[in-house]
């Protein structure tokens, strides 16, 4: 037995298929030796039993050598796969079935394989580590289909660890008929969050480069006061631009920056991903 998969008998049935089920739902699967779709099916319901981790049980049960219990689930043909919740069935199928089809029919009864991703965010944000949360964040709105709820929390943690510029173009591709109160309140936040970021040292050495946009010691030092403001893609096209003009700039200093920026945030973010390709496409 294990937390996700066991077998029963006369000694734990009650146990495993009426009191476990108020606590998760129990998928019970009746099989036989001599069923060969049984053994197509059987391991596919281990697979998807193992990928909730606990959230599910997978109850198998030889319908030979307890036909007792076979009998009282009124189990005709095999195989049989019932789903109990809070003590009584509440869906099935008899005979084989494609994965989706299964899929299918356990979704009402469980929780989204993305729910797991954003409570862990939840706990980091409610600690005030926003920069923590942002990694589980975008995972679980890609895995939503970027559902409403899972955006808003992610532009949130995303103005919070000062990406602005990934904010305003998440809030940028919002449905006009979604933009509700919490659209309106993260616009208001992430206002006033650049306001915050434009500090009178980024200003003055914006306007040093606008006067002499081929300084690249100016850029340099933009950069490094974009990355403080958390204003990365602005910080990142300053240093691949440098990096463009003179591979070698400042020493090495410059590739060093772009290389401790992208490093800074974090495995598998996108703006990373995408400044690590460019800097790649410039040194091969």
């Known amino acids: 037995?294990?937390?996700?998969?066991?077998?029963?008998?006369?000694?734990?049935?009650?146990?495993?298929?009426?009191?476990?089920?108020?606590?998760?739902?129990?998928?019970?699967?009746?099989?036989?030796?001599?069923?060969?779709?049984?053994?197509?099916?059987?391991?596919m319901l281990?697979?998807?039993?193992?990928?909730?981790?606990?959230?599910?049980?997978?109850?198998?049960?030889?319908?030979?050598?307890?036909?007792?219990?076979?009998?009282?689930?009124?189990?005709r043909s095999l195989p049989t796969v019932v789903v109990m919740l809070n003590g009584q069935p509440v869906d099935g199928f008899a005979g084989a079935q494609p994965e989706s089809a299964v899929r299918q029919m356990l979704e009402p009864y469980l929780p989204s394989a993305?729910?797991?991703?954003?409570?862990?965010?939840?706990?980091?944000?409610?600690q005030g580590d926003f920069a923590s949360a942002l990694t589980p964040l975008r995972q679980a709105w890609e895995e939503s289909g970027q559902k409403l709820e899972v955006t808003w929390l992610y532009v949130r943690a995303l103005?919070?660890?000062?990406?602005l510029e990934e904010a305003e173009q998440l809030l940028d591709g919002i449905r006009l008929a979604d933009q509700d109160a919490n659209y309106e309140q993260l616009r208001a936040l992430l206002e006033i969050r650049r306001e915050a970021a434009r500090s009178p040292e980024v200003e003055a050495l914006e306007k040093q480069l606008a006067e002499n946009p081929d300084d690249l010691d100016v850029r340099h030092q933009l950069a490094v006061q974009c990355t403080d403001a958390g204003m990365f893609k602005d910080a990142?096209?300053?240093?691949?631009?440098?990096?463009?003009?003179?591979?070698?700039?400042?020493?090495?200093?410059?590739?060093?920056?772009?290389l401790d920026t992208i490093a800074s945030l974090g495995k598998g973010d996108p703006l990373a991903a995408e400044y690590q390709r460019k800097l790649y496409s410039l040194l091969y």
Not at 17 to 36: G, M, N, Q, T, Y
Not at 50 to 70: P, S
Not at 114 to 126: N, R
Request: net charge negative; aromatic share 6%; glycine share 4%.
């Open 114 to 126: 993305w729910d797991g991703l954003l409570q862990m965010a939840q706990e980091a944000m409610e």
């Open 46 to 75: 281990e697979k998807i039993a193992q990928e909730y981790k606990g959230a599910l049980l997978l109850a198998k049960v030889n319908a030979d050598e307890q036909a007792m219990i076979a009998q009282q689930f009124g189990v």
């Open 159 to 163: 103005i919070e660890s000062k990406r």
């Open 1 to 43: 037995m294990t937390d996700y998969i066991v077998n029963i008998d006369e000694t734990n049935a009650a146990a495993m298929l009426i009191d476990e089920s108020h606590k998760r739902p129990v998928l019970v699967d009746f099989w036989a030796d001599w069923c060969a779709p049984c053994k197509t099916l059987m391991p």
């Open 236 to 258: 990142l096209e300053h240093l691949i631009t440098i990096l463009r003009k003179d591979l070698n700039h400042a020493d090495g200093a410059t590739k060093k920056a772009l």
